[in-house]
């Protein structure tokens, strides 16, 4: 056997019988490629084994991406659905001012056209909405402050043109801690601010009822209590509210505030009956209440609302009346108190409808004198004479009071002018003066009286009478039987009103009272349209009288019916004389006065005179003034209508300076506006003029009607009223009121036309 020096043992054949004397080095090779072999089936075993566990992970991955996508889809529809049904408008942007997201509500809310929304940039769409608002520029410059500044949240209310009111409310939009753009709220608050309007209007008369208005639950518990409970019970609200009804309820009064609030719970109001309640510290109060079932939003009855009125005074002056002697037991006439009375009354009335009252203190002349002589028996008789003398000249409205002895005291419960108490005065004293024939006695009186005005000599009963005292020894120094004002001017004034009053009485029989004519030219051909004939006196000691001083005498005195058919008359027949003669047929305008339209005969006089003249219907036009047409307003359009139905034509005068309502005017028969000289005086200077000038002008035209202006003194008046359109004008810069001889000759020289 051979040994291999480097060999460890000896070489033995394997078990194929291959020999068994083989190489180290062959021997390590077998070793290795087996080595090697098993590592590599180790190594596909490793390799499958964990590409099966990369897939099974990537597919358990893909299910929970699955259905976290699922999940995330399933939340984004939720949040879209809840954001659609939200009820404000909501907008999403980015920090660029990109829009990432709008629901539906917004797009209701502000009408955008889609086309400008898929362009998806914030300005445009702002810039597109502002003008909708009443405010656009301070929209779009908040807008732009919020973009620049970027506050973390911002607030404003929004007012619409067409009157909606939005909340505007934005805030920062917050990404894995960073701003990424911001969210803007939209609320429509219109319905809540209208709400809130009329909770505070309520709330504000309420509070400034001067009734008490008191709410309580049907537990008499009271809950609401307002300034007006507070001045009638005594009772703060801090004091009251939350306690009992029955603190204001007199024991003996119980039983009828229990059965009232049965009425109440069976859904019944209590309307308008009297009682008495207490007041701070049982004060007994005489009220007028009514109770009204207070219901919630249900219709349930959740309590009762109360409105007390207190009555006291009231329930104290019938008293009075009841149980004082108001009446002065010899002549029968109301005695110092009931005068009183009424002047509280008659002064409240004065005060509050702006009207004059006046006091007449009436003291018989001498007569102590015939009470002496003739004993008290005899003087009381003529003072029960005197009284019904006095009674008998006097209104039915009017008061005459025996205030003691020999005085008398007269209240005139409504007077116009100081004329109308001086016309009182002279009355009485001429009641007064005729001859009595007491028990075979011829007995002579006569009367001083001192007159007060209210509010110009006193705005309260004792300053009258302290006045109208003193202004009746003013008469009797003057020389007795004669009235005296409390005021020299007035004196001067009503002695002056009433002088101008008789010498009118006979202006017309005497000739003193004549027409004048007025050109009215058109003016965008110069053509004279017509004459506006006007009323004038000449006195025969004073001269040429202005219209204004004695028109209102006229009215007053009710002359101005005989004086206005004169100068209707008059007219119509100098028109008819210019056109046989001339043929002249521009129409001739007559002034008609509001105690003249009033008339019930009014159309058939104005028929009368057309008839009797000759003068064409269609020749004449009656020109009324705004307060005459709206003080009966359906008679006024009657006989207007009938009037155009006739062929007249009708002007409105001073048109502007009234108190006409337009949806009157378009039911009136009329045919031509006529703009009061207070308005063309200012023009065109004034800013303000103008434009009421113009108003009037394309209001008038706007209803089919022509327009003349009055008082145009200047070309730049004239030039100014045919810029406007205005059709027609008279004043100065044409002529003066003429005569009807001078009218002609005016006529023949102008270039306005002519004869």
């Not at 009424?342 to 018989?364: E, H, Q, T, W």
């Not at 002589?373 to 009674?391: N, P």
């Not at 008061?399 to 108490?421: M, P, Y």
């Not at 359009?637 to 300076?657: C, E, H, N, P, Y």
Request: proline fraction near 3%.
């Amino acid at each position: 056997m051979k040994h291999d020096p480097e060999s460890h043992g000896p070489i033995l054949p394997d078990q194929e019988g291959r020999s068994q004397a083989e190489s180290p080095a062959s021997a390590t090779a077998k070793n290795e490629d087996a080595l090697l072999n098993s590592t590599t089936i180790k190594t596909s075993h490793v390799i499958l084994e964990t590409r099966e566990r990369i897939y099974h992970e990537l597919r358990e991955a893909k299910k929970a991406l699955e259905k976290k996508t699922a999940e995330l889809n399933g939340s984004l529809s939720m949040l879209r659905a809840i954001m659609e049904s939200t009820a404000d408008g909501l907008f999403v942007t980015d920090k660029h001012g990109n829009v990432l997201y709008y629901n539906r509500i917004y797009m209701n809310m502000w009408p955008v056209p889609g086309k400008l929304m898929r362009r998806a940039r914030h300005r445009l769409i702002i810039q597109y909405c502002s003008g909708q608002l009443r405010n656009p520029d301070e929209f779009m410059r908040l807008t732009r402050e919020i973009y620049t500044t970027w506050p973390t949240e911002s607030f404003d209310v929004l007012q619409f043109n067409d009157g909606r009111i939005f909340e505007q409310y934005t805030k920062t939009k917050i990404l894995d801690g960073q701003d990424t753009g911001r969210v803007w709220n939209f609320r429509d608050i219109t319905e809540r601010r209208q709400a809130d309007t009329y909770k505070a209007q309520l709330a504000a008369i309420v509070e400034s009822s001067n009734d008490a208005i008191i709410v309580k639950d049907l537990n008499g518990i009271i809950t609401n209590w307002n300034a007006g409970a507070e001045e009638i019970f005594g009772y703060r609200s801090s004091e009251i509210i939350g306690s009992s009804i029955s603190v204001l309820v007199p024991p003996d009064r119980l039983e009828e505030e229990d059965r009232i609030m049965g009425r109440i719970k069976s859904g019944k109001s209590a309307d308008h009956f009297e009682t008495v309640r207490w007041g701070k510290g049982k004060k007994p109060i005489n009220v007028s209440v009514t109770i009204s079932p207070v219901k919630d939003s249900a219709g349930n009855i959740i309590g009762a609302s109360k409105i007390a009125r207190d009555i006291t005074q009231r329930k104290e002056s019938q008293e009075r009346i009841e149980y004082l002697a108001h009446y002065d037991s010899l002549t029968g006439l109301p005695n110092r108190a009931l005068l009183a009375d009424r002047m509280k009354i008659a002064i409240g009335n004065a005060s509050r409808y702006s009207f004059r009252l006046a006091l007449l203190f009436v003291d018989l002349d001498r007569f102590k004198l015939v009470n002496d002589s003739l004993g008290h028996e005899i003087g009381d008789k003529l003072l029960k004479t005197v009284a019904k003398r006095m009674q008998s000249i006097v209104r039915r409205t009017d008061t005459v009071s025996r205030v003691g002895g020999d005085e008398f005291i007269v209240l005139l419960s409504h007077i116009q002018t100081a004329a109308d108490a001086a016309r009182a005065a002279e009355k009485l004293i001429a009641a007064v003066s005729p001859p009595y024939l007491i028990e075979q006695h011829e007995l002579m009186l006569t009367a001083s009286i001192g007159i007060s005005i209210y509010p110009d000599n006193g705005k309260d009963a004792g300053s009258m009478l302290r006045n109208a005292d003193a202004s009746m020894y003013s008469a009797k120094e003057y020389g007795r039987n004669c009235y005296r004002f409390y005021s020299e001017d007035l004196t001067s004034l009503a002695a002056d009103r009433l002088s101008l009053e008789r010498d009118l009485r006979g202006a017309l029989a005497r000739g003193e009272i004549f027409p004048v004519y007025q050109p009215q030219i058109e003016f965008g051909t110069g053509r004279v349209t017509g004459a506006e004939a006007l009323m004038r006196w000449r006195h025969p000691k004073r001269g040429l009288i202005l219209p204004t001083d004695f028109i209102p005498i006229a009215e007053d005195s009710g002359l101005i019916l005989s004086l206005g058919e004169y100068i209707l008359r008059e007219s119509c027949r100098q028109a008819r004389q210019w056109h046989d003669r001339h043929g002249f047929d521009a129409v001739v305008a007559v002034n008609v006065s509001a105690v003249q339209f009033r008339q019930n005969d009014f159309t058939d006089a104005v028929s009368r005179v057309l008839a009797e003249t000759g003068l064409l219907p269609e020749r004449l036009e009656l020109e009324v003034t705004e307060s005459v047409v709206m003080q009966g307003v359906e008679s006024a359009v009657q006989k207007m209508r009938v009037l155009d139905d006739s062929g007249i034509k009708i002007a409105i005068d001073d048109f502007g300076t009234g108190y006409s309502s337009l949806s009157y005017l378009r039911n009136f028969a009329v045919d031509r506006l006529k703009i009061d000289l207070s308005f063309v005086r200012d023009i065109p200077h004034h800013t303000d003029a103008n434009a009421i000038v113009g108003a009037i002008v394309t209001m008038g035209r706007g209803l089919g009607l022509r327009v003349i202006a009055e008082g145009v003194e200047t070309e730049a008046q004239a030039q100014f009223l045919q810029s406007v359109q205005c059709d027609e004008g008279q004043g100065y810069l044409y002529a003066k009121p003429m005569n009807a001889t001078d009218f002609e000759e005016w006529l023949k020289t102008s270039n306005s036309g002519s004869i």
